[in-house]
C-alpha cells in the first residue's frame, strides 16, 4: 500500500494558475502509475491526468490538454499538476491516486487502488 497526500490547492481567478502536489509514502513509488481525478458534489470522480511509473509519458484528459501538464520525480515520491489557464468549469475537488504496476493509461477510477483525501481548486470568473 502506498499512502497518498494533496496539497497546493485554493482560489484563483479564471486565467490563473495553481499546482497540486501529491506526496507518496509507503511502498516503492516508482511501482505505481498514478493519476488525477477530479470530482464535484453529486458527480462521479472524473479523470484529469495519468502518468506511467517512468514518468515519461503522461496522458490527458481531452479538455485540460494544453492548459495543465503532469509530471512526477520518482526520487522524491511526489506528482506535480501545474495547472494553466485555469476555468470556472475545473472547479473541483482534486484527489491524487496510484494503480500498484499500472499503465497510466486508464481513465477508470475503479482501477485505482489508493487514493488521497483530496485537494479544493476554486476559479472564480
Known amino acids: 500500500q502506498v499512502q497518498l497526500v494533496e496539497s497546493g490547492g485554493g482560489s484563483v481567478q479564471a486565467g490563473g494558475s495553481l499546482r497540486l502536489s501529491c506526496a507518496a509514502s509507503?511502498?516503492?513509488?516508482?511501482?505505481?502509475?498514478m493519476a488525477w481525478f477530479r470530482q464535484v458534489p453529486g458527480n462521479e470522480r472524473e479523470f484529469v491526468a495519468a502518468?506511467?511509473?517512468?514518468?515519461?509519458?503522461?496522458y490527458y484528459a481531452e479538455f485540460v490538454k494544453g492548459r495543465f501538464t503532469l509530471s512526477r520525480d520518482n526520487a522524491k515520491n511526489m506528482v506535480l499538476l501545474q495547472m494553466n489557464s485555469l476555468k470556472p468549469e475545473d472547479t473541483a475537488v482534486y484527489h491524487c491516486?496510484?494503480?500498484?504496476w499500472g499503465t497510466g493509461r486508464d481513465v477508470r477510477a475503479a482501477v485505482y487502488e489508493t487514493w488521497g483525501q483530496g485537494t479544493q481548486v476554486t476559479v472564480s470568473s
Open positions: 502518468i506511467d511509473r517512468s514518468g515519461y509519458s503522461p
Open positions: 509507503g511502498r516503492t513509488f516508482s511501482n505505481f502509475a
Open positions: 491516486a496510484a494503480d500498484f
